[in-house]
């Protein structure tokens, strides 16, 4: 069941398997999450929490798992990601930020545009960027801990009040 108000979720960072540096396992702020669209969803996918990205990218391939066709998409740009330009088609799904609890089935739901991606590297990672998901929460993430907090939006100006006037 979705959660209408949410509270703090942690999240330990966890090894990038397809990564490593000076021979050393790279750790990553990934997080469940999984995709919805009608009444089809995707089972839980990693998300890569990206605070360098511009939007929220998947594979094309998760399209037809949803019932999604891209040939009618609500438009599309280019992305520079990991080194090459893609074209990403979006189009606006539900996405659910799961627990760190797997066995709870707790999830945070909402609505956002996707930007899909043919030929995408990995069809079960979802990259997690500015628009879609960290205008949709208050993200910390520590390196140091080897953690990531994420909580309501809400949860940036209840601690350190409105810094910025939009």
Known sequence: MAEEHPH??????????QSTRLGEPVLRPF???SLAYGEESTGQLVGLVDTG????????????????????????????????VVTARYKTVNLRLHSSDAET????????????IEGWHSDGLVLLGSVGFLDRFTVTASRFAQAIAVE????????????LSV
């Open 8 to 17: 703090l979720w942690l999240y330990a960072y966890r090894e990038d398997a």
């Open 105 to 116: 089935g707790d999830y945070r739901e909402w609505q956002a545009q996707v930007g899909f």
């Open 31 to 33: 997080v469940p999450v």
């Open 53 to 84: 990205a511009d939007a929220i990218l998947a594979s094309d391939l998760l399209t037809e798992q949803l019932g999604i066709d891209l040939d009618e998409n609500e438009g599309e740009t280019s992305h520079a990601v990991g080194g090459r």
């Open 152 to 163: 309501s939006r809400d949860a940036f100006d209840e601690r350190f009040g409105a810094v």
